[in-house]
């Protein structure tokens, strides 16, 4: 998994991202809920207002392709730069 992902991506730009998984992963179980990633982001001054946190749901939704409600990391290698971007 890991190596395919990581075809594009330099070692270091895969820590980073790994690094702010386990962040956002509050439970530690290696999978994100829509709660987490709102609560990171708010910690990081995104998803300020109702709004902002019912568009973070619905890039979660859109990013969580088998539909269970969680994102696994190799989802999220490609939905967090996304997130970023839009809601900082
Ligand atoms: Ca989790
Ligand atoms: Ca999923």
Do not use: P, W, Y
Not at 14 to 25: C, G, M, P, S, V
Not at 35 to 46: C, I, P, R, S, W
Not at 60 to 81: I, Y
């Amino acid at each position: 998994m890991l190596k395919l992902m990581s075809e594009d991506l330099s070692e270091e730009e895969l820590k980073e991202i790994r690094d702010q998984f386990h962040a956002i992963d509050l439970d530690g179980n290696g999978r994100i809920t829509v709660a987490e990633l709102q609560t990171a982001m708010q910690k990081v001054g995104g998803g300020k207002d109702a709004a902002a946190l019912d568009k973070i749901a619905k890039m979660m939704e859109a990013a969580d392709l088998d539909g269970d409600g969680e994102l696994d990391f190799d989802v999220c290698l490609h939905s967090l730069g996304v997130c970023r971007s839009q809601l900082l």
